[in-house]
T-cell receptor, first 117, second 117 residues
Framework: AQKVTQAQTEISVVEKEDVTLDCVYE???????LFWYKQPPSGELVFLIR??????QNEISGRYSWNFQKSTSSFNFTITASQVVDSAVYFC??????????????FGRGTSLIVHP | DTEVTQTPKHLVMGMTNKKSLKCEQH?????MYWYKQKAKKPPELMFV???????INESVPSRFSPECPNSSLLNLHLHALQPEDSALYLC????????????????FGPGTRLTVL
């Protein structure tokens, strides 16, 4: 069964600090997909990134970067030079389709990031 | 355009009321989802529609009744709810339920904050 662990419940940083949000997953499938979503206080989950299991290239998008390592089953998310607007709950998610079924993501418990001015 | 809209934004209802939540997307997506999210928890999947047919029902009580009138619309009919049903209800859509071609990425609406008195 698939499982996503976000061990950090809450992280508090001061603006301009770099911060890394950890995500560790478990799956028996060789084909799977990993996601990060941001949920600001307004409630909407905002899609940030999708990564498939065959692509271990790290990705950078502005101040955001992601480090995917199959060897440690981790998909960590780093925000460089954090800003107050980055304050939100961040969810890591994993989807797989055992037996060729539907790809429905399983969400981690989320990490609440608080960025202080 | 990756917009999913939901109405109403907030809803307060008594335990004997009947109300409906509405969700709409115009991205041509053929999979639509209802999630329930309690405070400080990840979203919990309730229902999945694929090509306007109910594909997954996660053992949700019958006081929640989903409906998919067409490929763009998803409703959630509420009747005889309990106070513990108070939560944020999120709608999401994806191109379909298959992985592979990035068709499984879910895009979420802003949610409806439901309070049951």
């Amino acid at each position: 069964a698939q499982k996503v662990t976000q061990a950090q419940t809450e992280i508090s940083v001061v603006e301009k600090e770099d911060v890394t949000l950890d995500c560790v997953y478990e799956t028996r499938d060789t084909t799977y997909y990993l996601f990060w979503y941001k949920q600001p206080p307004s409630g909407e989950l905002v899609f940030l990134i999708r990564r498939n299991s065959f692509d271990e290239q790290n990705e950078i998008s502005g101040r955001y970067s992601w480090n995917f390592q199959k060897s440690t089953s981790s998909f960590n998310f780093t925000i460089t030079a954090s800003q107050v607007v980055d304050s939100a709950v961040y969810f890591c998610a994993l989807s797989e389709a055992p037996g060729g079924g539907s790809y429905i993501p399983t969400f981690g418990r989320g990490t609440s990031l608080i960025v202080h001015p | 355009d990756t917009e999913v809209t939901q109405t109403p934004k907030h809803l307060v209802m008594g335990m004997t009321n009947k109300k409906s939540l509405k969700c709409e997307q115009h991205m041509g997506h053929r999979a639509m989802y209802w999630y329930k999210q309690k405070a400080k928890k990840p979203p919990e999947l309730m229902f999945v529609y694929s090509y306007e047919k109910l594909s997954i029902n996660e053992s949700v009580p019958s006081r929640f009744s989903p409906e998919c009138p067409n490929s763009s619309l998803l409703n959630l009919h509420l009747h005889a709810l309990q106070p513990e049903d108070s939560a944020l209800y999120l709608c999401a859509s994806s191109q379909d339920l298959a992985g592979g071609l990035n068709t499984d990425t879910q895009y979420f609406g802003p949610g409806t904050r439901l309070t049951v008195l």
